[in-house]
Nanobody, 127 residues
Framework: QVQLVESGGGSVQAGGSLRLSCAAS????????MGWFRQAPGKEREFVAA???????????DYADSVKGRFTISRDNAKNTVYLQMISLKPEDTAVYYC?????????????????WGQGTQVTVSS
């Protein structure tokens, strides 16, 4: 079992920045692929970014087209934490952001492919 707790959400103006954190329980954090998803009001939950650690200094990451160049996912295996640095935020980034974890061999971007979920943290971007 993995428990995930997100933090760092808040309200910012367009163009601003936020960094989300997701703290995971357990001693095998490094073996999990970690993802960020978001759900805006009235919309389905969508993939934002994911990261996989392949050993040493090798990481693989994937991003939704809508956030490429603005969001950066990273992880600190020693701290059991994954981050989502968000810059140049837009009103359309407003959503509840969820952290998710899965075990696998390849980064996945579909919600149903993730096994563990956090409760979410609200991000609101005003124009």
């Amino acid at each position: 079992q993995v428990q995930l707790v997100e933090s760092g959400g808040g309200s910012v103006q367009a163009g601003g920045s936020l960094r989300l954190s997701c703290a995971a329980s357990g001693r095998t954090f490094s073996s999990y692929d970690m993802g960020w998803f978001r759900q805006a009001p009235g919309k389905e939950r969508e993939f934002v970014a994911a990261i996989r650690w392949s050993g040493g200094a090798t990481y693989y990451a994937d991003y939704a087209d809508s956030v490429k160049g603005r969001f950066t996912i990273s992880r600190d295996n020693a701290k059991n934490t994954v981050y989502l640095q968000m810059i140049s935020l837009k009103p359309e980034d407003t959503a509840v952001y969820y952290c998710a974890a899965r075990r696998g061999m390849v980064i996945r971007v579909r919600e149903y492919e993730y096994d563990y979920w956090g409760q979410g943290t609200q991000v609101t971007v005003s124009s």
